[in-house]
């Protein structure tokens, strides 16, 4: 079980290179999501879905593209990479949906679990 | 619209003393509270989540968290902190399928 997966680790890109990061997870969970994390802002939301086939836009999706065709991954692109998209990236996943009820208590139904992020720099 | 602010930005605290980070949230209905950690280079690890009911919740790690509605506070304590504690710690808040983070605090822990 090796729970939520990042590929790449690291990418260095030109700006106006484009490049998709993969996430994959093994736990059967509906809901996935894509954070970026900048120093000082904690993470902000780009996209996220709800089930497979389903995608919706977070706080900051200006720049980045999502897809959702198989349960079990999460597509971010960037068309056309800019310096401001230097930025660490989390995905993350949760069986259910975190604000609403579900599960019992103690359960992991209404958590999220993050992979190790990619770290990527535009030049 | 939901929201979650740290006060702390950066706390030092030296090895076996007790910690106290601050969390306060702004949301309409009952929260459902979080608090991760996230060691250098690493990703994001759940200490503890509150749903509902008691007010004071356990976690892992020695650390537990006390939900106070009228203060829209859930701050985050440890008695007694070790070298290993030092990290970056955020407090979210669920919105239906999402996460609102705070901006995190950093603990530095001094021999």
């Known amino acids: 079980n090796a729970g939520v997966t990042q590929t790449p680790k690291f990418r260095v890109l030109k700006t106006g290179q484009s490049m998709t990061l993969l996430c994959a997870q093994d736990?059967?969970?509906?809901?996935m999501y894509w954070y970026r994390q900048d120093p000082g802002m904690g993470l902000r939301l780009i996209h996220y879905s709800v089930g497979e086939g389903t995608t919706a836009k977070g706080e900051v999706p200006d720049g980045y593209n999502v897809s959702r065709l198989k349960k079990q991954n999460f597509l971010l692109g960037l068309e056309s990479a800019a310096p401001s998209q230097t930025s660490v990236y989390f995905c993350?996943?949760?069986?259910?949906?975190?604000?609403?009820?579900?599960?019992?208590?103690?359960?992991?139904?209404?958590?999220?679990?993050f992979g190790p992020g990619t770290r990527l720099t535009v030049l | 619209a939901q929201s979650v602010t740290q006060p702390d930005i950066h706390i030092t605290v030296s090895e076996g003393a007790s910690l106290e980070l601050r969390c306060n949230y702004s949301?309409?209905?009952?929260?459902?509270l979080f608090w991760y950690v996230q060691s250098p280079g690493q990703g994001l690890q759940l200490l503890l989540k509150?749903?509902?009911?008691?007010?004071l919740v356990q976690g892992i790690k020695g650390f537990e968290a006390e939900f106070k509605r009228s203060q829209s506070s859930f701050n985050l304590r440890k008695p007694s902190v070790h070298w290993s504690d030092a990290a970056e710690y955020f407090c979210?808040?669920?919105?239906?399928?999402?996460?609102?983070f705070g901006a995190g605090t950093t603990v530095t822990v001094r021999a």
């Open positions: 736990m059967n969970h509906e809901y």
């Open positions: 979210a808040v669920a919105f239906y399928y999402k996460l609102s």
């Open positions: 509150y749903f509902s009911g008691d007010t």
């Open positions: 949301y309409g209905a009952t929260p459902y």
């Open positions: 993350a996943s949760s069986y259910g949906a975190l604000g609403l009820a579900g599960g019992t208590e103690g359960s992991s139904y209404n958590e999220q679990f």
